[in-house]
């Protein structure tokens, strides 16, 4: 039988594990607070989060252009992805219920490795600095074009 005391002492491991990452791997500004990892958004750093109907086809957009960033998905939010970018400078896009943009300073779950209630998962993980973070300008144009075209892309996809 598994104790709650050797749960709790999985978990904080966990959690302090992959804090330590975070921070050594990228440099972010991240804290252990109980069961969860948090990154406060930096002022160079963003967060967008985006409905799955548009992030599907922004992520396969961006990957096939070579373009890569972190994504993930929380547990209790299961329509929207969130993209890790730079700070935009502009927005081509206005936000809404299916776009948000979190801002600095807000705290962001990321993933500590095990499947919690509440918990975030990656959707693509990024490897190394290099390709943490997507640049939020370009992001934001794909962003753009896709909802611009997103009448003929739904209607085109609803028919399949």
């Given at each position: 039988?598994?104790?709650?005391?050797?749960?709790n002492a999985?978990?904080?491991?966990?959690?302090?594990?992959?804090?330590?990452?975070?921070?050594?791997?990228?440099g972010?500004?991240?804290?252990?607070?109980?069961?969860?990892?948090?990154?406060?958004?930096?002022p160079?750093?963003?967060?967008?989060?985006?409905?799955?109907?548009?992030?599907?086809?922004?992520?396969?957009?961006?990957?096939?252009a070579?373009?890569?960033?972190?994504?993930?998905?929380?547990?209790?939010?299961?329509?929207?992805?969130v993209?890790?970018v730079t700070?935009?400078?502009?927005w081509?896009?206005a936000?809404?219920?299916?776009?948000?943009?979190?801002?600095?300073?807000?705290d962001?779950?990321l993933?500590?490795?095990?499947?919690l209630?509440?918990?975030?998962?990656?959707?693509?993980?990024?490897?190394?600095?290099d390709?943490?973070?997507?640049?939020?300008?370009l992001l934001?144009g794909?962003?753009a074009?896709?909802?611009?075209?997103?009448?003929?892309?739904?209607?085109?996809r609803?028919?399949?």
């Amino acid at each position: 039988m598994t104790s709650l005391a050797s749960v709790n002492a999985d978990i904080n491991a966990a959690v302090r594990s992959a804090t330590l990452s975070y921070w050594s791997d990228f440099g972010w500004p991240v804290r252990a607070a109980g069961a969860a990892v948090l990154l406060s958004l930096p002022p160079t750093m963003a967060a967008l989060a985006v409905s799955a109907d548009l992030a599907r086809p922004l992520l396969e957009r961006v990957e096939s252009a070579g373009f890569h960033g972190g994504v993930l998905r929380l547990m209790e939010e299961n329509s929207h992805w969130v993209f890790l970018v730079t700070r935009p400078r502009h927005w081509r896009v206005a936000p809404g219920q299916a776009i948000q943009l979190l801002p600095e300073s807000s705290d962001l779950r990321l993933p500590c490795g095990l499947e919690l209630p509440n918990a975030a998962v990656w959707l693509r993980e990024p490897q190394s600095t290099d390709d943490a973070l997507f640049d939020g300008d370009l992001l934001l144009g794909e962003l753009a074009d896709i909802v611009a075209e997103w009448p003929v892309w739904h209607a085109d996809r609803s028919a399949a």
